[in-house]
């Protein structure tokens, strides 16, 4: 793992979803058993690029989730290697039984690509806007799952994913989020990123809170506090080793999701902390809300999404020390 931290708090001129896309192009190059199923979503993503390229290998299944996802199943049954896309709340709720049973259950590769999770649905609205999308296929034994934040996190993930023989499910910022890392940055499924070091607190993040979370590193160092700050793009498997010894060395920990702290992130670290070792934790997240229609930006400091939101909860957990 190896990787270039830009974090200016700036737009990339590509959009996350091209991220997928390019790696898509490079991995149906690559191997004639990757395929990818959408379902009636192609333009959202820039998925004509692959029909054009692959018409033999991209299928449209239309809107009808559920029988994409059981015909993902099948197809990775035979041998294929099947990235599915659909927006988050689709891909999550309305197919679930199907990837627990097509994908999870029978233990064959297929990879959800879920679309606008959380307050990235914005003007979509409540109905679409999943905040527990990820937690759902936290619950299916031996899934991965992931949340990245930027072009290429997304890019060097799905990569990794390809070569992965079970079920995961990977959250895609489509637009509308800030690059973190330079290109040819890798990661590796299941580790953490320490972006920046620190003894006083451990502040962990994923997804469009890592920009946030950056921000909130340098005000709290203004302070005079000594932030540690960890990319936790992977939320299953979990980085339990890094968890552990930043709560032994740091002594408090605040978590960064744009997802339902109950089911998500939040949760699963505070089982790790609590198992191995009880630190004061605060967790900033949606606090058990449902989604509404809005401007991304209101949406962050509607749900408490913002840097002053995670300075906020990081003072308080210091304070509990």
Known sequence: ?????IAKHESDKRTNRDGYIS????L????????????DLMSCINAGKLLAAYPDRTFNAGIAEQNAMAVAGGMAATGMKVFIHSFGCFASRRAFDQAYLAGGYSLVPVHVI?????????YNGGTHMPFEDAG????????IVIDSCDYVQTYALTKKLAAAPQLSYMRLIRKG????YGDGSDFEIGKGVTLKDGKDITIIASGIMVDEALKAQEALSQKGVSV???DMHTWKPLDEELIIQSAKETGCI???ENHQVGTGLGAAISSVVSKNCPVPMEMVGVQNRFGQVGDQNFLMKEYNLCCEDIVAAAEKAMARK
């Open 1 to 5: 793992m190896s990787y270039t931290l």
């Open 23 to 26: 790696a898509m192009l490079e």
């Open 28 to 39: 149906m190059k690559e191997d004639d058993k990757v395929v990818h199923i959408d379902c």
């Open 114 to 122: 879920g679309s606008d999770p959380g307050v990235t649905a914005a």
């Open 136 to 143: 759902l296929y936290m619950s299916i034994p031996n899934a």
């Open 177 to 180: 989020f800030k690059t973190i």
């Open 228 to 230: 540690r700050l960890i």
């Open 254 to 256: 605040v978590t960064c």
